[in-house]
């Protein structure tokens, strides 16, 4: 990435960041990437207003209560404004509707009111219609777009099973992401394999910045010793119970590592909510150690440290998906980190945060017998080399992926694209 000056800021500058997903502590009970980053841009000579839905994902559930087709407000310093769409629960066809009105309303409705004209407009997937939005308002106040791709699409839902690959809606969103790609004026990703995603499509010349995703400044503390995980050999998961996060895997791998003496007496802890957990339910109790898998209601996101603490060891698992050839930047890897526990990855992806930092074991994606001996392998090591790999992903995600630190880099492209030197 090209550096701007980090002198003085003579002028505070405005960015709009649009995206339908993001999370707020009033709306969701928890911080995402867009408050999270844009908090900490202020002092970067960035003041950001955040567009987001009103409904919360993945349940799907209303916030905006009564007639009002939007709201402005305020988030730990930050504007933001959201737009009423619809719930939609498990409905396909109403999530999607929520997704073109959301867009729609984008464009439409007076929103910018009140609000201080942007110098530059970010689009963010999930998904490509509010980064449409996001482009088309950019044009419209004739500034610099900013394209964000979180996801690749529509090759994350085909590979997910959603979408057939020469399907209308398939053809339509590949022909969206391209339009974005050729309009935005640079693009930015956690996924540091877009570069690669860019030459393939013909934008090799296209400016790219990686910005991983990170944790909260004011979540770091103090790492937690090996002895004060209690009770016998904790194994958990913390986050969603769908469909990508493989955990029939775990369990299975879990079922088999207890074979061994020194995990004959641990036990599966699996925090978290969705649509797969009551199949889950179901392979945890055919494993044949049913007794020792625990499943725990969903945290609020400021428990979570806390509770991933009072584990030995943190699992994570993925299935072998093409589209992990550009890579990958899951939250609950810098969370495990956070919690300086020795993390058990499983992944074939672009990226190994866990190998990179040097915190645990990583296999291949969805190896149930390699995560398995992972497993054995953690479980025998003695509680001073369990620690030492906890500290590694400790000091990795204070290095490398608090908001503060990623609030700069994010400043820094927008200087680029405003022309700010």
Same mark, same amino acid.
């Given at each position: ?92 066809? !109403? ?213 991933? !603490? ?43 945060? *866990? ?5 645990? *074991? ?5 190896? *149930? ?53």
């Amino acid at each position: 990435m090209v550096n701007v000056s980090d002198g003085p800021h003579v002028e505070t500058r405005s960015v709009w960041i649009i995206n339908h997903h993001t999370t707020l502590p009033s709306k969701d009970g928890r911080m995402g990437r867009h408050l999270g980053i844009a908090q900490y841009l202020e002092s970067c000579g960035w003041k950001a207003t955040l567009f987001v839905a009103s409904t919360t994902h993945p349940s799907g559930s209303q916030r905006l209560k009564g007639p009002r087709l939007f709201r402005r407000g305020i988030e730990r310093g930050v504007a933001t404004v959201w737009i009423k769409v619809p719930a939609y629960g498990q409905s396909l066809v !109403r999530r999607l509707l929520s997704m073109v009105l959301f867009a729609s309303m984008l464009i439409w409705l007076p929103l910018g009111r009140g609000v201080r004209r942007p110098d530059v407009v970010v689009g963010s997937t999930v998904h490509p219609f509010a980064a449409w939005a996001a482009m088309m308002l950019a044009r419209r106040k004739r500034v610099p777009f900013v394209y964000e791709i979180r996801d690749i699409w529509p090759e994350t839902l085909v590979d997910l099973g959603t979408l057939n690959k020469d399907s209308r809606i398939s053809k339509l969103l590949s022909a969206l992401s391209m339009q974005l790609c050729r309009q935005a004026a640079s693009v930015i990703s956690p996924l540091p394999g877009v570069r690669q995603y860019l030459d393939e499509n013909g934008f090799s010349e296209k400016p790219f910045y990686w910005i991983p995703n990170g944790v909260d400044d004011s979540f770091v503390g103090a790492t937690v010793d090996e002895d004060e995980a209690s009770g016998s050999f904790t194994f958990m998961y913390l986050g969603a119970q769908g469909r990508a996060n493989a955990l029939e895997g775990v369990i299975s791998a879990f079922a088999e590592a207890r074979g061994h003496s020194r995990l004959s007496n641990s036990r599966l802890v699996l925090v978290g909510d969705g649509p797969m957990q009551a199949q889950l339910r179901g392979v945890a109790s055919s494993s044949g150690c049913a007794e020792a898998i625990e499943f725990r209601h969903r945290i609020p996101r400021s428990e979570v440290q806390d509770t991933a !603490r009072r584990a030995d060891c943190l699992v994570a698992n993925m299935y072998d998906n093409s589209v992990y050839r550009y890579g990958i930047s899951l939250n609950k890897l810098y969370d495990y980190m956070l919690a300086g526990r020795p993390i058990i990855f499983a992944s074939s992806a672009l990226n190994d945060p *866990v190998q990179e930092a040097g915190c645990g *074991v990583s296999v291949s994606a969805n190896d *149930v017998h390699g995560i398995a001996k992972a497993m054995v392998e953690i479980a025998c090591m003695s509680p001073q080399g369990r620690k030492d790999l906890g500290v590694k992903g400790y000091d990795f995600v204070l290095k490398n992926n608090t908001y503060s630190s990623l609030a700069v880099k994010f400043s820094r492209v927008l200087n680029l694209v405003a022309g700010i030197h």
